[in-house]
């Protein structure tokens, strides 16, 4: 079972960036699809990025061309870089495979976009 760890989050105005960072306690990324996502309150948690073992990318419409995703496999450790940021995307961010597994969901990191 493998440990992620969330970090980066804050409070950012309207058109902000934030880049978050998401720890993994074991070599993982060359072999596994890798996603970031969120839940906002009173809504279901969705995936926003994912980034394949050979670097694909994938993003959701609502943040296309706003986020990118990458990883480090060196540090063992995925990013999720966020520019001009909306309101819309306050929500609590974690990390998991794709698809997610239940035990490795970690606390996530709070990201909240207002002016």
């Known amino acids: 079972q493998v440990q992620l760890v969330e970090s980066g989050g804050g409070l950012v105005q309207p058109g902000g960036s934030l880049r978050l960072s998401c720890a993994a306690s074991r070599s993982m990324f060359r072999i596994l699809t890798m996603g970031w996502y969120r839940q906002a309150p009173g809504k279901q948690r969705e995936l926003v990025a994912s980034?394949?073992?050979?670097?694909?990318?994938n993003y959701a419409d609502s943040v296309k061309g706003r986020f990118t995703i990458s990883t480090d496999n060196a540090k063992n450790t995925m990013y999720l870089q966020m520019n001009s940021l909306k309101p819309e995307d306050t929500a609590v961010y974690y990390c998991n495979v794709v698809p997610p597994q239940v035990a490795s969901w970690g606390q996530g990191t709070q990201v909240t976009v207002s002016s």
């Open positions: 980034i394949t073992s050979g670097g694909s990318t």
